[in-house]
């Protein structure tokens, strides 16, 4: 197990080679997530680039929230050049352009409903999974990293726009990605302008996996433990989160949540995704934050008829 400093330090020396394209083996998925939270705005949503090693790439915009009557979504499907980068990535409506790896994205979406031009400044280096002890679960990529950071952005949306800031989530993974063999994940981020915690719990083949990181006063640590409390409403969709984080070096951060913006997604035939934005609190400061919890389909369904019960 690293020691702190040694951990902090990996993390500011993680190589910028890794903020652009990767060359992948056949079956690959590179895909980068930007989480959209403005709940002064009641909208929530994400810009989502992918790429398969084939060539083909999808970008995605949802937004969606109390503010928008029914959800929203864009998507174009189509090959790119190999010779076609992160640094800056078109696709039709959608442009990404890494201008300082690690530290600062340029992300725009000009689509016919959506239109979002916006830029990410890094709060903290990248976690990297490949720096857990464990690695990364090789079925759900090659590597991944998380990161938080500051975002202020036009945004319209069917001719209403706004000038949102506030906070943005950046999740890029590349490798293999078979969503079925998580019977059940917690995907989670909070953040406030001096605290960064990200937990990934992970259900699969009859085991828990735990990645994570809790940034605080410049120093990053694993998460050693993430204990979750949440509710649900009578379709099983989390409506309040709260966790108890605890890092390697024994510190301890406590959220509270409650969600602004809810959202099903189906974009695998095994599970669903159960996607929350979220206002929240961590040890008294206030921020914005994000949990997606994947659920197996048959289980959800079946579940979701008990959960006022028992949930």
């Known amino acids: 197990m690293q020691n702190p400093s040694a951990l902090t330090q990996a993390c500011r020396d993680f190589p910028a080679e890794h903020a652009l394209r990767h060359r992948m083996t056949p079956g690959g998925r590179e895909s980068l997530a930007h989480m959209l939270m403005f709940p002064e705005h009641g909208i929530a949503g994400f810009i989502y680039p992918t790429v398969l090693t084939d060539g083909n790439a999808?970008?995605?915009?949802?937004?969606f929230g109390p503010a928008l009557s029914s959800p929203v979504h864009e998507q174009?499907?189509?090959?790119?050049?190999?010779?076609?980068?992160?640094d800056d990535w078109r696709a039709g409506p959608l442009r990404m352009a890494v201008r300082k790896p690690h530290e600062t994205v340029d992300l725009s979406w000009s689509g016919t409903r959506i239109q979002f031009d916006g830029r990410f400044e890094a709060l903290h280096p990248?976690?990297?999974?490949?720096?857990?002890?464990?690695?990364?679960?090789?079925?759900y990529g090659d590597d991944?990293?998380?990161?938080?950071?500051?975002?202020?952005?036009?945004?319209?949306?069917?001719g209403r726009a706004v000038d949102a800031s506030g906070y943005l989530i950046r999740d890029h993974s590349w490798g293999p990605r078979i969503w079925g063999l998580n019977q059940h994940y917690k995907w989670f981020h909070a953040t406030t302008e001096s605290c960064s915690i990200h937990v990934f719990e992970m259900q699969s083949f009859g085991r828990l996996q735990l990645r994570g990181f809790l940034y605080r006063d410049g120093r990053m640590e694993h998460v050693a433990k993430a204990d979750f409390e949440y509710r649900f409403d009578a379709q099983m969709m989390h409506t309040a989160v709260d966790v108890t984080v605890t890092d390697t070096a024994g510190r301890i951060a406590r959220v509270t949540s409650t969600a602004f913006a809810n959202i099903q997604l189906e974009f695998d035939p095994m599970v669903y995704l159960n996607e929350a934005a979220l206002n929240l609190d961590i040890d008294g400061e206030r921020g914005t934050g994000w949990c997606e919890f994947c659920w197996n389909?048959?289980?959800?369904?079946?579940a979701r008829e008990h959960v006022q019960r028992y949930g």
């Not at 999808?58 to 937004?63: D, E, I, P, S, Y």
């Not at 990248?126 to 079925?139: I, K």
């Not at 389909?297 to 079946?302: A, E, G, P």
């Open 126 to 139: 990248p976690y990297a999974f490949s720096l857990h002890p464990a690695g990364n679960p090789p079925y």
């Open 297 to 302: 389909r048959d289980y959800l369904r079946f």
């Open 144 to 158: 991944r990293t998380e990161q938080h950071g500051r975002v202020s952005a036009h945004l319209s949306v069917d």
């Open 58 to 63: 999808k970008g995605r915009a949802t937004l």
């Open 76 to 86: 174009i499907e189509g090959p790119v050049p190999d010779s076609l980068n992160f």
